[in-house]
């Protein structure tokens, strides 16, 4: 299993002790429990998470309950709420701290992934969470791999601001992740994937490109931390 420190690049610079509920660094100090949970027992225990009016602990909630039989992401094989709660932290360590884009990182693969609909998130979280989630959500998993990569970029081209955000922090991460699992494990994490190392590094190229056409110049600290996490991934032979 790949190993993730509790001290890694999403929690730098990122407060987790003497927050109040409700604001964005109770996000960490929830994954810092989680992972502690995780790592002693092998199951998520959702009893600490939060008062009843802290919106963030509400979403976690959510989240790891409708994922709850999601398959573990490959790479780590750890449950999928580890990885959207650290795209809910790249957002805060960058300085994104809009309360419906966090809300929405937390619950992004949770219809996707899991068993959440568009019109529960909605009642529960509001309608413009409910449409972030639905544009970060892949509809048709089983379309051929090419056609699904171009379509992803198509929609990425039309996204709104706070969708491209919400991508690239999810991205960052699922790049983060393949260096951290290539450290350990070197040139076998490519076997991972249905297809070659050179064709996922060309369509990385292409989706760097789209961000930072659509960025135009905004978020500056979250698109360079993608395009270096990239452009490490592309020193990995």
């Keep these: 299993m790949l190993t993730i ?6 929690t730098a610079g990122v407060a987790a002790s003497s ?24 199951q998520l225990n959702l009893d600490f998470v939060g008062q009843p009016e802290d919106r963030y602990a509400q979403a976690i909630r959510y989240a790891a309950r409708t994922m709850a039989t999601s398959r573990p992401r490959k790479i780590e094989n750890r449950p999928v709420i580890f990885h959207t709660l650290r795209t809910a932290l790249y957002l805060v360590k960058y300085g994104l701290k809009d309360e419906t884009l966090l809300l ?3 619950l992004h693969d949770s219809i996707e992934d899991g068993e959440a609909t568009a019109e529960e998130i909605e009642c529960y979280f509001g309608p ?7 544009g ?11 056609l699904r990569k171009q379509r992803n970029l198509d ?16 991205k960052l991460d699922g790049v983060t992740m393949l260096l951290t699992a290539y450290d350990q494990q070197g ?10 190392r050179e064709e996922l590094l060309a369509y990385h190229s292409r989706r760097a490109a789209v961000f930072v056409k659509r960025m135009n110049g905004q978020n500056q600290e979250l698109v360079l931390a993608l395009l270096d996490a ?3 991934l592309k020193q990995c032979q």
């Design 5 to 10: 420190p509790l001290t890694s690049p999403v």
């Design 128 to 134: 413009d969470v409910a449409s972030l989630v639905v």
């Design 155 to 170: 929609i990425l081209r039309k996204a709104t601001e706070a969708q491209v955000l919400l991508a690239a922090a999810d």
């Design 136 to 146: 970060a959500t892949e509809e048709d998993k089983s379309v051929d791999w090419e």
């Design 19 to 42: 927050v109040r509920p409700g604001e964005p660094g109770t996000i960490l100090r929830y994954m810092h429990q989680f992972q502690q949970e995780f790592m002693a027992h092998r």
């Design 230 to 232: 990239e452009n490490r």
């Design 187 to 196: 040139a076998a994490v490519w076997n991972f994937f249905k297809r070659s």
């Design 104 to 106: 929405a990182a937390i």
